[in-house]
């Protein structure tokens, strides 16, 4: 995925040298920074693992090659 560069910016999994602790800190500083700055901050998490479950995932990998290409590696 980094040949392609299909990491988001602020992406913290899956990558060398990111992991769910430097994604809190980010977020973190991003919260006192608006905080020393008097702004409001709302924080919403959504866990969306669960619906990769509810999902057909023969359609799901036939959507990814069809529309970008991936393909699975044998």
Known sequence: MSNYELYEPLQSG??????????LI???NDLF???DSGRLSILILLDLSAVFDTISHTI??????DLLGVTARS
């Open 60 to 65: 799901l990998l036939n959507c990814l090659s």
């Open 26 to 28: 980010h977020i973190i």
């Open 14 to 23: 899956f990558r060398l040298h990111h992991s769910t602790e430097t994604a």
């Open 33 to 35: 920074i608006a905080a």
